[in-house]
C-alpha cells in the first residue's frame, strides 16, 4: 500500500475542524470541487455565495450546508478586513459508520437519507449558537489529538450517532422530511470527479480518463470545463493543495511527506506551488493555523 492510498477517508475515518477562521482571500481561494465523502459545513460569520447544482445559495452566519458524496459545489467568500470566513466542518465517509446506526431504525433511516436521497435542498438557515451539535464539534474538536488509533472510530461513531439525533428534528423542521423514494441523480461530471479523486495523487493521464469513462478526450475536458469553470490539470492542482491543507491541519507530517502524500515528490517545487496558491509557504501557513 502506498504512502498516498493511507489519506483516503476511508482510511482517515473522520476530518473535523471547529471554527475555522480564513482572514483573507489568499487564506481561503474557493473552487468548484468535491468530496469522497459526507461533508457538512456550518457557517458562524461571512458572507458570500454557495453554487450547488447549478443553484446558488447565499452564505450566511447560521446556515449549515449538506454535501454529498462527489456533489460539484463552489463557495465564493467576501472576506474582508473584520469579516472573516468562520466554519466548522465534519467530512466523513458514511459506510464506515452505517452498521452503528442500526440500534436506531429511525436515525437509521435518516442517515442514509442525507447522503444518498435528493434532498430538497442542500442547506438550511436561521440557526442559533446554542444549537446543541455546536458543543458537540466543540468537545470532540478538544480531545481529538488525544485519541488512540485504536479507539477512534469508536469515539467518532459516537459522535455522529449524538451529532445526527441532534440535526435530524432541526433538518425535518427547517427542509421538511426528504423523500427516500428519490435518488440523487449523478452528473456526468461528477463521474470524472470520481475518478480523479482515486487518481489526484497520480501523474494525469487524460487518455486513461478517457478510456475508463468512454468519453472522447475533447468531449471530457469541455463538460468538464463547462460544469466546474476549471481546466482537469487546474481541478487536479487545487486538489492536492486542498488536501495538502487538511494534513497540514490536522497530521504532524513533514511537508515533504506531505508533497509525497498529494503527488508532488520534489520538496521544492510543492512549496513553491502551495506558496503560489496560498501567498504562504507549507511551513508559514502551518504556524498561521
Not at 46 to 67: H, I, N, R, W
Not at 103 to 122: M, N, R, V
Not at 171 to 199: D, F, M, P, Y
Request: contains cysteine; aromatic residues 12%; glycine residues 6%.
Amino acid at each position: 500500500m502506498s504512502h498516498v492510498q493511507a489519506f483516503k477517508l476511508n482510511e482517515l475515518k473522520l476530518y473535523l475542524t471547529y471554527r475555522h477562521t480564513s482572514l483573507d482571500s489568499v487564506q481561503y481561494q474557493g473552487t468548484f470541487h468535491a468530496h469522497q465523502g459526507i461533508e457538512i459545513l456550518i457557517v458562524h460569520e461571512g458572507s458570500g455565495t454557495l453554487v450547488v447544482d447549478q443553484k446558488s445559495y447565499e452564505v450566511a452566519p447560521g446556515m449549515l450546508c449538506v454535501f454529498q458524496p462527489y456533489q460539484l459545489h463552489h463557495i465564493q467568500m467576501n472576506i474582508q478586513p473584520g469579516k472573516p470566513f468562520v466554519r466548522s466542518v465534519i467530512q466523513f465517509e458514511p459506510s464506515l459508520y452505517e452498521n452503528y446506526f442500526e440500534k436506531w431504525p429511525s436515525l437509521l433511516a435518516f442517515f442514509k437519507q442525507i447522503h444518498t436521497s435528493k434532498l430538497p435542498s442542500p442547506c438550511i438557515y436561521g440557526l442559533s449558537g446554542d444549537e446543541p451539535f455546536h458543543l458537540l464539534i466543540e468537545r470532540l474538536e478538544k480531545k481529538r489529538h488525544a485519541l488512540g488509533k485504536n479507539n477512534e472510530l469508536e469515539e467518532f461513531s459516537l459522535f455522529l450517532i449524538e451529532f445526527f439525533h441532534a440535526f435530524k428534528p432541526i433538518w425535518e423542521q427547517r427542509s421538511g422530511k426528504t423523500e427516500t423514494s428519490l435518488t440523487r441523480t449523478v452528473h456526468q461530471a461528477e463521474r470524472i470527479l470520481v475518478w480523479l479523486e482515486n487518481h489526484y495523487t497520480e501523474p494525469l493521464r487524460l487518455k486513461q480518463l478517457a478510456g475508463d469513462l468512454h468519453l472522447s478526450p475533447y468531449h471530457l475536458s469541455h463538460l468538464f470545463k463547462e460544469c466546474t469553470g476549471s481546466s482537469i490539470s487546474d481541478y487536479v492542482t487545487a486538489r492536492r493543495m486542498q488536501q495538502a491543507v487538511k494534513l497540514l491541519n490536522s497530521t504532524d507530517l513533514s511537508v515533504a511527506l506531505i508533497g509525497e502524500a498529494v503527488g508532488i515528490a520534489n520538496c521544492s517545487y510543492f512549496c513553491r506551488l502551495f506558496k503560489s496558491h496560498y501567498g504562504y509557504t507549507p511551513h508559514q501557513y502551518r504556524k498561521l493555523t
